[in-house]
């Protein structure tokens, strides 16, 4: 109803979102996927699951660059549109950095400003 539109306008107006509710996935990229799936081992490559269809990549960045330098990053196409998240591939600069950043985003839920 409008009143409840009002209402919502009213009690939102002027605030930012803290959270948008979907979780991230953070694990280090393979060179070559294995047969027997062991978890890969640490590198600086990091692949990402969960970042929302059509937020920009620089906003992915800032998340990144609290843990380093981003060498490289590049958001994947999601091959099904009807899904709400795409997948990211993240370059850091050392292994050690993307440790910490893997360490502390897996599983995160994104707090963006939006």
């Known amino acids: 109803t409008p009143e409840e539109a009002n209402a919502a306008i009213a009690g939102m107006n002027g605030e930012a979102p803290t959270g948008l509710g979907l979780a991230m996935t953070v694990n280090f990229a393979e060179v070559k996927p294995s047969t027997e799936r062991a978890e890969p081992k640490p590198n600086n ?14 906003l ?10 981003v060498v490289r990053l590049r958001l994947l196409d999601n091959p099904d549109p009807e899904q709400p998240t795409c997948a990211a591939l ?11 950043a893997m360490r502390a985003l897996n599983g995160r839920t994104l707090s963006l400003r939006l």
């Not at 969960?50 to 920009?56: K, T």
């Not at 993240?90 to 910490?100: D, K, L, P, T």
């Open 45 to 58: 490559n990091l692949y990402v699951k969960g970042w929302p269809v059509g937020f920009p990549d620089f």
């Open 60 to 69: 992915l960045q800032s998340e990144f660059q609290q843990f380093g330098h």
């Open 90 to 100: 993240v370059q850091m600069s050392r292994v050690e950095e993307a440790v910490v």
